[in-house]
């Protein structure tokens, strides 16, 4: 093999090793936005006993216990007869006290979420709960 043939080579391996590199950085930045997403930006203010939210920090959701989920099930159970206790913390009303046990916030300040708002709690919520990043 002639020396402009191993200069290729290298070459490419060395492109190779700069695209993996990339890729990696890439996915760490990912997973950075993972946890940046558990932060709900409100798309306007939200006004809620006279002061002005901007966004609610669910960040709570990382140091949530089993003894959380089985409170917020408990409550469920006594409030919704006839729920799925398969699919409960798929529900509006799951997320929403969820939120309220680990943000320490009102549980009315989540029900008084506008439509959209209420929707994006429930999203993000859930799919922190089944491993997803709350986006989709």
Same mark, same amino acid.
């Given at each position: 093999?002639?020396?402009?043939?191993?200069?290729?080579?290298?070459?490419?391996?060395e492109?190779?090793?700069?695209?993996?590199?990339?890729?990696?950085?890439?996915?760490?930045?990912?997973?950075?936005?993972?946890?940046?997403?558990?932060?709900?930006?409100?798309r306007?203010?939200?006004?809620?006993?006279?002061?002005?939210?901007?966004?609610?920090?669910l960040? =709570?959701?990382?140091?949530?216990?089993? !003894?959380? +989920?089985? &409170?917020?099930?408990?409550?469920?159970? #006594?409030? %919704?007869?006839?729920?799925?206790?398969?699919?409960?913390?798929?529900?509006?009303?799951?997320?929403?006290?969820?939120?309220?046990?680990?943000? =320490?916030?009102?549980?009315?300040?989540? !029900?008084? +979420?506008? &439509?959209?708002?209420?929707?994006?709690? #429930?999203? %993000?919520?859930?799919?922190?709960?089944?491993?997803?990043?709350?986006?989709?």
């Open positions: 093999m002639d020396t402009k043939k191993k200069e290729e080579i290298m070459d490419t391996a492109a190779l090793e700069d695209t993996a590199a990339e890729e990696t950085t890439a996915a760490e930045g990912d997973q950075e936005d993972q946890e940046i997403s558990l932060v709900l930006k409100f306007k203010p939200y006004v809620f006993d006279g002061k002005e939210y901007t966004e609610v920090d960040s =709570g959701l990382e140091d949530a216990t089993a !003894k959380d +989920l089985e &409170a917020v099930g408990r409550i469920m159970e #006594k409030k %919704t007869k006839g729920t799925n206790p398969a699919t409960m913390e798929m529900t509006m009303d799951y997320a929403q006290l969820l939120a309220n046990r680990i943000t =320490g916030m009102p549980l009315e300040f989540f !029900k008084n +979420l506008p &439509a959209r708002e209420a929707m994006a709690l #429930k999203t %993000t919520v859930v799919g922190f709960l089944y491993g997803g990043d709350g986006a989709n």
